[in-house]
């Protein structure tokens, strides 16, 4: 047994609750000479390298990280695969780009290959980007889930999918009905919902887009499966706004629709949710129900500013996401930078350890992950992942000029890049390497 023990020295950094419910002193733990102990894809355990040295077995492997930061593995709660191809595509807000650039790009997941190839290269790209788990949209087509799983499985990755359910305002080509869509993902939660560290989620795309008959075909299987996910967006743009508002007369606001045909509660993750009134944010609180804050998305896109701070008053759980396609990048890094900069927008401030926080633990909590994922409490999953000070001159330069740990995340925040990992690791194993 314990041949299959390994370690890893460096500094050591993860968050332990919400600076914002626990102060920030409390909120974290870091020794500048750590070392995390992992076997069998487990954290045994993280502490001080002088305290931890004389418990390792005769034999361990210790592997050196000189000049690096090790931090939990980030969680993106939001993101769209099949969009991998159109990253970045001009100068449309949400409905115009969905028509212009979306649709087309996913129509060709319906062949197995192409949705293979681009899993690969999408999952490629999280983890040279430091995301060990993300959230994600599939395309309508069963094939792109199957594809996508496939590949996870492979690189035994926590990762959580579904197949995307659109019965109208879509083309033909992209549509399924509500008796396909809830036959389809029945099947493919059925078949991967637990297989290795694979989860499935229920993904209604977002109201506009399912007639009623769908949307209650989405809660009867959430009914029937309630530990596997909802997925879906929420009050992105004012023009989706105005839209559902028409579609759902009935309803008494947008997170009221979600709510009428039982979409709401824990594992319930809903992206954006920029354009709330009091009683959805206190029905987000209530239902036990997660926000995805996608600020590349919402700044590039024109949706507008997340109120995080509206969400820690309403204690609402949040998580980041890129929302690759409509966000720009697939670096959780570069996400915080955006992310601190929406908030000074807010006149808000964001910092070092919250930013880290949403990016790690706070992802995991809106995951309802949190007892495996997030931190390196010992028995969670020991999916990690490397900072490297020196990933550029400039970022070595700067970090040369930090004064203190909070100084350092913050630098890696807004000059960091997929440059800025030097390793990744799932469930202990190395799975990129700069
Ligand atoms: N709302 C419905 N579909 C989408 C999508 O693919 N991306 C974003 N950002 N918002 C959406
Ligand atoms: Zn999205």
Redesign the pocket.
Known sequence: MTSSISAHRGPLFHMLADPAEVGEEASYQYWEDGLLVVADGKIIAAGAYSDLLSTLPDGAVIENHPDSLIVPGFIDTHI?YP?TEMIGAFGKQ?LEW?NTY?FPTERDFQDPQHARRVARVFLDELLKNGTTTALV?GTVHPESVDMFFEEALERNLRMICGKVMMDRNAPDYLCDTAESSYQDSKALLEKWHGKGRLLYAVTP??AP?STPEQLAAAGRLRQEHPDAYMHT?LS?NLA?CAWVKELFPQCANYLDVYDHYGLLGKRAVL??GIHLCEDEWKRLHSSDSALAF?PT?NLF?GSGLFALEEAERHKVKVGLGT?VG?GTSFSLLQTLNEAYKVMQLRGQALTPFKSFYLATLGGARALELDHCLGGFTAGKEADFVVLDKRATPLLQLRMENCRSLAEQLFAFSILGDDRAIRATYAAGRCVHKK
Do not use: I, V
């Open positions: 769209h969009q949400l969905l979306t949209f795309r977002f887009t967006h992105e989706e992206a954006h996608c998305s896109l929302d409509g």
